[in-house]
């Protein structure tokens, strides 16, 4: 008989076995790249969108980091269709925190989804990176 | 009955079923379980017959006399009670310790203790394959050096020291000489005699004893005195107080008399598998072996995997019990202190994964696991981005 992981919650563990969103976008003057981490600190994202009359009309990621990171990866590139750049600004990690039940001791790994989120709207095509 | 793949031996073992049916003779009401030293009533007396043929057993496996043998709670509190009580004991001949940076905690923290009580510890780091070289100590030995504490077998990476070497140095050199013996004994020959150990450290539950129980081998010829940590009723010659637990002593000594009439089919047997389990994971690529390659005890192999996050390799094989490179600092997260000792980065620590095999371990299961790690490892570097990136 296995026993569930308690430090896992069930959206975290049914984003890990079924993860929506991994991906990458080639580049393209309609594609918005946010680079966060580093793998050396064990944690590292990279989220693309490709942005559509001011919104995101697609956004997929890539991440390395602990189950907790890459579920919330997979989250919030659900969430970010129709995202506008100050959406994307504006995106609180506490948010993917509280939906996926992660625990304190992984709030850091998520503020590396946060900077990236805010990298991809500082790389606005059109531009606005000037204020990130 | 579990399904998952139990490949954690190097943190303990499921008890031997042999070992199991003679800890249960002193159990029960109609079995040996009176109090070894109430030795005025012939239900103490039959106690006290077995755990002294349990001394034997212990004391066989290591060459020692069964006079040497001092039964503890384990394998830390035997450390405990070589490195704090000798030195205790002999603070007049020398404030000056010898150990290495990957040590177990039990042989760290105690040295941490010295340190608060005025003793100085030199923490030597051993190679990259993490192989600790006699001359490194000869090096670090100054004229008041007491104690020089070295670990047997790495309970990490596996790596085997050559004890006897650094014995004979320390003998040479009059100083005391500590090792931990937790992984190693009853795996592979260890004789206190030729290896010149003054103080050896053993656990039961590493080789498919019970947990609860060890002992401490002290030298007796010249007799090596010690400052008991436990006062009481003065058991175990006054170096252990407490009442002696005879189901687990004698499950110790059936553990160790069984580990060594068997060391050698199962260290073929176990190491071949652990080859077997080598082959099949670096078939991947980016896979990293730790520590010496052919320096090993035949059931711990650590492996780092590079491309993965450590926490997140562990969830995607929950079929299998294996630990990562941080899981001796499992609350903290931090990676594992023997691996960074060994110079590997934060980063490949953490994407590391001690296997373990034991006794019970067959071919079906290490296939079985390398199936499962490298259908993890493909799936998690698919995820990551580049390199880079």
Redesign the interface.
Same mark, same amino acid.
């Not at chain 2, 698919?382 to 390199?387: G, H, R, S, T, V």
């Given at each position: 008989m296995t026993v569930d992981d308690p430090r896992y919650g069930v959206e975290v563990r049914r984003r890990m076995a079924t993860p929506s969103g991994v991906g990458e976008l080639p580049p393209a003057a309609d594609v918005a790249v946010g680079r966060a981490g580093d793998r050396e600190q064990g944690a590292a994202v990279v989220l693309w969108c490709r942005v559509a009359d001011g919104r995101v009309s697609e956004a997929c990621f890539r991440a390395f980091g602990c189950p907790h990171l890459v579920a919330a990866a997979s989250w919030l590139t659900e969430r970010l269709a129709g995202a506008t750049r100050e959406d994307l600004l504006a995106w609180d990690w506490r948010e993917a925190a509280e939906a996926l039940q992660v625990p304190p001791a992984k709030f850091g790994r998520l503020l590396t989804l946060q900077d990236a989120a805010r990298a991809a709207a500082g790389n606005w095509p059109g531009g606005g990176s000037s204020t990130v | 009955m /579990?399904?998952?793949i139990y490949l954690d031996n190097a943190a303990t073992t499921p008890v031997d079923p042999r070992v199991v049916e003679v800890m249960l003779e002193c159990l029960g009401p109609s079995g040996d379980y009176a109090n070894p030293s109430a030795v005025g009533h012939p239900p103490g007396r039959r106690a006290r017959a077995r755990v002294e043929q349990a001394r034997d057993e212990v004391a066989a496996l290591v060459g020692a006399d069964p006079s040497q043998v001092i039964f503890t709670s384990g394998a830390t509190e035997a450390d405990n009670l070589a490195i704090l009580g000798a030195a205790r004991f002999y603070r007049e001949r020398g404030g000056h310790v010898v150990t290495w940076r990957t040590e177990h905690p039990a042989v760290l923290d105690a040295c941490r203790q010295l340190e608060r009580e005025g003793f100085e510890v030199t923490y030597l780091k051993p190679g990259p394959d993490g192989i600790v070289e006699p001359a490194q100590v000869e090096a670090a030995l100054r004229k008041d050096t007491l104690l020089v504490s070295l670990m047997h077998v790495n309970n990490e990476i596996g790596v085997v020291q050559d004890v006897g070497a650094v014995g004979r140095l320390c003998r040479e050199r009059g100083v005391l000489f500590h090792v931990d013996a937790a992984q190693g004994a009853g795996k592979l020959p260890l004789d206190v005699n030729r290896d010149c150990i003054d103080l050896l450290a053993l656990t039961a539950h590493k080789v498919h004893g019970p947990k609860g129980i060890g002992a401490l081998c002290v030298r007796r010829e010249p007799r090596l005195g010690l400052v008991p940590m436990l006062h009481g009723g003065g058991q175990e010659r006054g170096l252990r107080s407490g009442t002696l637990p005879t189901h687990q002593i004698v499950g110790m000594g059936a553990a160790y008399r069984i580990a060594m009439s068997e060391m050698l089919p199962d260290g073929e047997r176990i190491g071949g598998l652990r080859e077997r389990l080598w082959g099949g994971l670096a078939r991947l690529p980016g896979v990293l072996l730790n520590g010496h390659p052919t320096r090993r005890v035949p059931g711990i192999l650590s492996v780092t995997f590079d491309?993965v !996050?450590g926490? /997140?390799l562990l969830? !995607?094989v929950? &079929?299998l019990a294996v630990t990562s490179g941080s899981a001796c600092a499992a609350t903290s &997260?931090e990676p594992s202190y023997v691996l960074r000792a060994l110079g590997r /980065?934060?980063?490949l620590a953490?994407s590391s994964l001690r296997l373990s095999l034991g006794r019970f371990s067959s071919a079906t299961e290490v296939d079985a696991a390398i199936e499962a790690i490298t259908m993890a490892v493909t799936r998690l570097r +698919?995820? +990551?981005?580049? +390199?880079g990136?």
């Open positions: - | /579990s399904d998952v491309g !996050e926490e /997140s969830f !995607e929950p &079929g &997260g /980065s934060d980063r953490q +698919a995820i +990551a981005p580049e +390199a990136e």
